[in-house]
């Protein structure tokens, strides 16, 4: 089984930073891209960032593009989303998303339970 579990959610004022974090645990093998999604009430889930298995290459939605940085540590199975000058508008339940494989040749994504981002003063 595999399980990814996030932290660093919570409550901050227009412009703070907070910084995500999302471990991957159990039986793995390898992991592939790793990366972020959001989803606000009454809206679409959207694609915020993604990271590929070494690191090197990075997408970013246009609306989180020069504030959002996304990064991981492969050594410790984990993801990160540093988000600075943070908005009313980046309020969402992030999810972290990992595509894993858990023996040779086998890989499907898996998700995390989301952590709770919200931006108000």
């Known amino acids: 089984q595999v399980q990814l579990v996030e932290s660093g959610g919570g409550l901050v004022q227009p412009g703070g930073s907070l910084r995500l974090s999302c471990a991957a645990s159990?039986?793995?093998?390898?992991?592939?891209?790793m990366g972020w999604d959001r989803q606000a009430p009454g809206k679409q889930r959207e694609l915020v960032a993604r990271i590929s298995s070494g690191g090197t290459t990075t997408n970013y939605a246009d609306s989180v593009k020069g504030r959002f940085t996304i990064s991981r540590d492969n050594a410790k199975n984990t993801v990160y989303l540093q988000m600075n000058s943070l908005k009313p508008e980046d309020t969402a339940v992030y999810y972290c998303y990992a595509y894993i494989s858990t023996q040779p040749r086998v890989w499907s994504d898996y998700w995390g339970q989301g952590t709770q981002v919200t931006v108000s003063s």
């Open positions: 159990g039986t793995i093998f390898s992991i592939g891209y």
